[in-house]
Structures are given as structure tokens and as C-alpha cells.
């Protein structure tokens, strides 16, 4: 899978993901700081990453309105609050551990959550 890591997020999310192997990029990396989420959404789809954000409610109605409207959509990946906390390392490795557990699962109109890497 191929991620694109939000603003919300550190951009140092995306460099530790790299350094174990995933294909992540941040959105500052594309000069996209302050863009908004309806306009992220579509590019994420457009580029072929799956979203990986802290903002979980924005997040949620633009994926179900995204399905309403066979709109393309790659999938939205929510860091919790609590995970946000322990940093972006924690980020990184719980990203790595949802990709060696679900390995090349499907994503279209995915919404979930990532979860402490233990």
C-alpha cells in the first residue's frame, strides 16, 4: 500500500515509515501544507495513497460521501489521539504493523483505525 500522510501528522511519520520499508510520503513533502480535505481526498486517489490522519470526523463524512458518490477514494487511515501521543516513531511502526497484518488489502472506501504496534 502506498500512504499519504496528512498534515496533522509530523512529516517525520512519513520519513521513520520509509526507513521501515513502506512507501509513504507527507503531504508538506508535496507542497500541500493548508490544503483542505476535500481536495486532499481526491488527490490521494488520484495519486494512489491511502490517507493517514488524526482527523477521524472530517475523514469519516468525506469517505461516506465519497461512497455515495462513486467518487474514487483509496482509503483513510485514522491514527487515535492516544497513538498521536507517543509519536510519530509509535505512528510509523503501527502503520507498519496494519500493512504486515492486512498485508495488499483492499482499500477502496477503507476507513479504519491504526492501533498501538505493542
Known amino acids: 500500500m502506498r500512504y499519504l500522510i496528512d498534515e496533522d501528522l509530523s512529516i517525520d511519520v512519513a520519513t521513520i515509515a520509509r526507513d521501515l520499508g ?10 500541500g501544507k493548508g490544503w483542505e480535505d476535500e481536495t486532499l481526498l481526491p488527490l490521494a486517489a488520484e495519486i494512489g495513497r491511502c490517507i493517514v490522519t488524526a ?8 469517505t461516506d460521501d465519497f461512497a ?33 497484518e492486512r498485508g495488499g488489502f483492499p482499500s477502496e472506501y477503507l476507513f479504519d483505525f491504526l492501533r498501538h504496534a505493542g
Open 22 to 31: 513502506l512507501d509513504a510520503v507527507a503531504v508538506q513533502e508535496l507542497d
Open 55 to 62: 482527523n477521524r470526523d472530517d475523514f469519516r463524512r468525506l
Open 68 to 100: 455515495d458518490k462513486g467518487l474514487p477514494h483509496v482509503g483513510v487511515l485514522v491514527v487515535p489521539h492516544t497513538l498521536v501521543r507517543r509519536g510519530p516513531a509509535a505512528i510509523a511502526r503501527a502503520l507498519a504493523a496494519y500493512e504486515h
